[in-house]
C-alpha cells in the first residue's frame, strides 16, 4: 500500500444525502444551511442513483422553463419578480430530485489514490464525487479535500 493517500483517507465519512422524493425546496434548504453546493442521491440501500448540484438547479430550472435563480450568500437572487414568476417558483419548489438530479453520476472507489481522483475531477470537471464500497456509499470527497490532502503532503 505504501504512503499513498486513498480515497478513504480523505473522504468525508458523514456524507448529506437526499432521496429521489425530496422536493427541490427541501434541496435548496439543505445546500444553503449546510453551506455546501452538492449532495448524492441515494436510494434505501443507499447505493448512488444521482447527484444534485446548484449547476443542476440551476440549469435543470432553465430547461424546464422555470425562471433561473442564483444563490448569493444567503439570499435567492431572482433574475425578475412579476406575479407569473412567484407561481413558477412555487411550481419549480415543488419538483422531486428526481426530475433534475444528474443520473449519470461519477463515483470512485473507496480505494482509489488521491492521484487517479484528481484526474478524474479534472476530465470529468466535476467538484465532488461520491465515495463507493460494495456499490454502497461510504463517503464523499471535494476539490476542496484534494487540495487540502496536496496541501498537508508538502513537507
Known sequence: MGEELRAKDIMTKDVITVKRDHTVNQVIEILMNKN???VPVVNDEDQVI???TEGDLIYRSKKLEIPRYFTILDSYIFLDNTKKMEEQIRKMVGYRVEDIMTKDVIVVNEEDTLEEIATIM???SVNRVPVVADDRLVGIVTRRDIIRAYASGME
Open 36 to 38: 455546501i453546493s452538492g
Open 50 to 52: 444521482g447527484i444534485v
Open 122 to 124: 479534472t476530465k470529468k
